[in-house]
């Protein structure tokens, strides 16, 4: 057996046949990376034959920044920083992945406060990112209102984020040891009137949207995702949800406060785009719901376990933690030789990366409309996939 | 004791008048053709203009913000603005783009709008021609239209803009049909094709709900498949902007781009103009047969108010439509079209057939 | 580096006792031996000619049942001059996790590809050439995936120089 390394020229080679069935050629059209439907800088090869998709090759590196580069080179503290840049809309889980590798390689034992705000914060994050997803999903399938109604009730959550962690999107708030700084004293208030805001706004979601019937004609029985191929592909989080595998990471393997409180999760049973759709609206709701249990009952302590000026030293060897963002399991790979304050090398195991390539999967066969329904309920964050 | 009588309204065009001064006048004659022209191309212009702005003000008004306020009094320049900022855009060619069709396909376009825009009756007086097969002209030049689009696509020499010049190909001869036959159930009920005396016969009440429910049906029915015509959101797939960033018109840019933008508005006007003329009476009051003092209040309000409010409310329900739905796939649009909509007109067609024959007016 | 900038509770080279997962593999001799590296979780390492059998067994036989490839990627040991492969396998039946690290040499790394067993293999180990330069063998489409395919040199190994990059300086204090 041999290696042989091809190139993308290669790939969209259309071999010269002297004759097909219907004397129809087969040819390659480029979708990006400047495109208004492949949210961020995605670019998808279509191999189209009229308009039926035979082939979907993504092209990335777009937006690679060599961040697994850079976090050889930097400490744990600044890494979390870098973090936030990879999947933007879930940037305070992103960050608490690294502190959670970072608190069990060192053993360092949490108090309540910190797990209670940090799953708070989280689920918070998870509910704005699936507006901005179903504003999008509207804005791609081409009912355009949405995307501002998303937007508009987005922001509400976004204050909050500006008021307590001081930035909107790229939070860098949960650190190793804890979190950067203590909660606002409006938090708590503010925490529940956005969640009695929400709740009928979810409704209001699903009344403009989801009963739509050119929405269901677009999304029922569309790119189909078996689950035994879901797993082999790798795909985790909602998709995966969708096609009919219960696996929740905040249920399976608790981290947080996940254990203390009561949610459902939301499992879809066909796999196709509707029950894409639907796994987020729900989960939408059940965010909701933990947010509302945990919200009054913040215990007192303090916010930060790891002395700043201290340096942070893991032990040698090899630690992974992995934690389930609102697009799927985020995992990170510290390996570390216990003598300095850098990873030897840090790898981030990105739910989009994953998740990006069933999109050749469900697409084959498809057109060209389906496709663009197919990414858009897959949910990328395009930053995530290149890291 | 009668104080109000009920006016019957005597239509003159342009052409008209121009007609009955040639022997005399040339120059006066001819002096009535230019005006019709002049007026026209003002018409188009101002009304291309209000129509933007009013659909920005619309779509933003659903979507919970307020739209352009800076440019004029809550944004009423912003169009003009706009307009400028096109006209003195740089006229880009794409390289290997047949140059002679990509130069002549948004001409065909606008060609198109004012062919139509010359045989509908605004009011009494402003008409330009009236032509005695108004309703087979019209179906006739919106043709030349969708051959603007066509050629757009194609001379653009970009597979995006032609798989959105085919979708439009396809979508407008298919929803064609549909548009004609329900403009035949007006004909049928009107018994001329000419489009005043379409109006005429709408004196004793609009066909819309005089014409029982053929009248209504084809009302809906005219209404959905001209959005199709229209390209217009659930049928907007050949500029489908998540899809084909731009569709036909990607390649376009400065004023032959306005030249499609603008033929896109004015086409909608058509379009309203045409279902207010045929089923809401044009501009013909609101008359109930038999109700004379109802009806000399009626007369009232000018006719010409009367028709720029049936355009007026069927253009915002065009918009309206546009930013509440999603879009249809193409083959879910053709279904629409072949399996639904063209069945469906000619059985009503038929019904339209039957309320005539046995003279089944509602309120004779 | 004094002892009083390391922060308390940092153990120091504690190695994990072996788990029942560990032990099963051990037991089946297909050349896997515990993991020599501390790792949180059951590990076990595997010359680079095993590699295929073990993985295979691991995910067709039903006792195991590792259904899902959950990360799989490199670490540049330079000072030993190997890379070492890890791949993450995860069971949704079973809910474990396990560690299979392989060290091939720096010089010239070859490793057969498990895209057979899962089809997120095929991607992760375009990720892995394309970074460090591990050639797999067997692999159906092996190219460039963040960089472009007429980059030289592979950006994730320590020895990696161009010359752009940027290198943090000592400061001088």
């Known amino acids: 057996m041999s290696v042989t390394i091809t190139s993308l020229s290669e790939r969209i080679r259309i071999p010269e046949t002297a004759d097909s069935p219907l004397d129809t050629q087969e040819y390659f059209i480029n979708m990006g990376p400047q495109h208004p439907a492949t949210h961020g800088v995605l670019r998808l090869m279509l191999k189209l034959n009229g308009e039926t998709v035979q082939e979907v090759i993504p092209v990335l590196g777009y937006i690679h920044r060599g961040i697994e580069k850079i976090g050889e080179s930097v400490n744990y503290r600044q890494f979390v920083h870098l973090t936030d840049r990879m999947d933007y809309l879930s940037a305070m889980m992103n960050n608490w992945v690294v502190a959670m590798v970072v608190e069990k390689a060192t053993k360092t034992e949490l108090n309540d406060r910190i797990q209670y705000v940090r799953t708070i914060l989280a689920e918070l994050e998870r509910i704005q990112s699936h507006m901005l997803w179903w504003g999008v999903l509207g804005m791609d399938l081409g009912a355009f209102t949405p995307f501002l109604y998303g937007f508009r009730d987005r922001e509400i959550i976004t204050d909050i984020f500006e008021e307590t962690v001081g930035c909107r999107l790229t939070m860098n708030f949960i650190q190793p040891g804890g979190l950067m700084a203590d909660i606002h004293p409006n938090f708590v208030k503010r925490v529940k009137e956005a969640m009695t805001y929400v709740k009928p706004k979810i409704d209001e979601y699903e009344e403009l949207l989801s009963g739509n019937v050119i929405l269901q004609e677009r999304t029922r029985n569309i790119g189909i995702l078996p689950a035994d191929e879901a797993i082999s592909l790798g795909v985790t989080g909602p998709p995966l949800r969708a096609s009919g595998v219960p696996y929740d990471l905040r249920k399976v393997e608790p981290y947080g406060v996940y254990d203390k409180v009561e949610f459902r999760t939301a499992v879809g049973t066909v796999g196709d785009c509707w029950d894409r759709y639907w796994v987020r609206v729900e989960e939408m709701r059940q965010s909701v719901k933990i947010v509302e249990q945990l919200i009054d009952n913040i215990p007192e302590g303090k916010t930060m376990l790891m002395k700043p000026a201290k340096k942070i030293i893991i032990p040698k060897g090899v630690f992974y933690s992995n934690l389930e963002t609102a697009r799927g399991i985020l995992g990170i790979l510290i390996a570390s030789d216990g003598v300095s304050d850098k990873p030897v090398r840090i790898h981030m195991r990105s739910p989009n990366y994953n998740n990006l390539w069933a999109v050749d999967r469900i697409s084959r066969g498809s057109r060209v409309g389906d496709l663009v329904a197919n990414v858009s309920s897959l949910d990328l964050v395009v930053p995530d996939i290149d890291r | 004791m009668r104080l109000l009588v009920q006016k019957t309204f005597e239509a003159v065009t342009f052409s008209d008048r121009a007609n009955a001064l040639l022997s005399d006048n040339f120059w006066l004659a001819a002096g009535f053709i230019l005006l019709a022209l002049i007026t026209t191309v003002a018409f188009i212009s101002i009304l291309g203009l209000s129509l933007v702005y009013v659909e920005r003000k619309i779509a933003a008004h659903f979507q919970c913000r307020l739209g352009p306020m800076r440019v004029g009094w809550h944004g009423i320049l912003q169009t003009i603005a706009d307009a400028i900022k096109l006209l003195l855009k740089e006229d880009i060619v794409p390289e290997r783009a047949d140059r002679i069709l990509f130069f002549m396909a948004p001409v065909l ?24 097969i108004g309703i087979v002209f019209i179906a006739a030049v919106s043709g030349i239209g969708v051959l603007g689009i066509l050629l757009g696509g194609w001379s653009s020499n970009n597979k995006w803009s032609l798989l959105g010049a085919m979708r439009a190909g396809a979508q407008f001869v298919s929803y064609e049909i549909s548009v004609t036959l329900s403009l035949l159930v007006a004909v049928l009920f009107a018994g ?61 840019s400065g004023l032959r781009f306005s030249f499609f933008f603008l033929s896109e508005f004015i086409n909608m006007f058509i379009v309203a103009a045409l279902a207010a003329t045929l089923f809401l009476g044009g501009w013909m009051p609101f008359h109930i047969g038999g109700l004379d003092s109802f009806n000399a209040v009626m007369d009232l309000i ?14 915002f329900l065009i918009m309206w439509v546009r930013w509440t739905f999603p879009r249809l796939r193409v083959d879910q649009l053709m279904r629409l079209e072949w399996k639904f909509l063209l069945p469906l007109s000619f059985a009503n067609l038929i019904l339209a057939a039957c309320v005539i024959l046995t003279e089944a007016y509602f309120f004779a | 580096m004094s002892t009083s900038d390391i922060i308390p509770g940092t153990p120091v080279n504690e190695p994990l006792p072996q788990s029942e997962l560990v032990k099963s593999i051990l037991a089946l001799d297909l050349r896997a031996a515990p993991y020599e590296g501390n790792a949180d979780c059951p590990a076990v390492q595997v010359p680079v000619d095993g590699l295929l059998k073990l993985l295979t067994k691991l995910r067709r036989d039903p006792e195991f049942n590792f259904d899902m490839l959950s990360s799989h990627t490199a670490v540049d040991r330079l000072e030993q001059n190997v890379f070492e492969l890890v791949y993450y396998l995860y069971s949704l039946t079973k809910q474990k996790r396990l560690l299979v690290s392989v060290l091939i040499p720096r010089d010239n790394p070859v490793a057969p590809t498990c895209s057979g067993i899962w089809k997120i293999a095929e991607w992760q180990e375009r990720e892995v050439y394309d970074l460090f ?41």
Request: aromatic content about 12%.
């Open chain 2, 192 to 252: 001329s094709l000419q489009l005043s005396e379409i109006v005429q016969s709408q004196a004793a009440g609009w066909w819309i709900w005089r014409g029982h429910a053929a009248g209504l049906v084809a009302f809906i029915i005219f209404c959905i498949a001209s959005t199709a015509e229209l390209n217009r959101t659930p049928f907007d797939l050949p500029e489908a902007e998540s899809e084909l960033t731009g569709g036909f018109h990607t390649e376009y």
């Open chain 3, 133 to 173: 330069g591990v050639c797999y063998d067997g692999h159906p489409d092996l190219r460039r995936v963040f960089l472009e395919d007429d980059w030289q040199g592979f950006p994730l190994r320590k020895d990696y120089h161009d010359d752009f990059m940027l290198t943090r300086e000592p400061i001088e204090s």
């Open chain 2, 109 to 132: 376009a606008i060609l198109a709008t004012v062919l139509a825009l010359m045989v509908i009756p605004l009011s009494p007086s402003l008409q330009v021609v009236d032509l005695n």
């Open chain 2, 302 to 315: 000018p006719p010409g108010l009367w028709f720029a409010g049936k355009t007026a409310f069927i253009i």
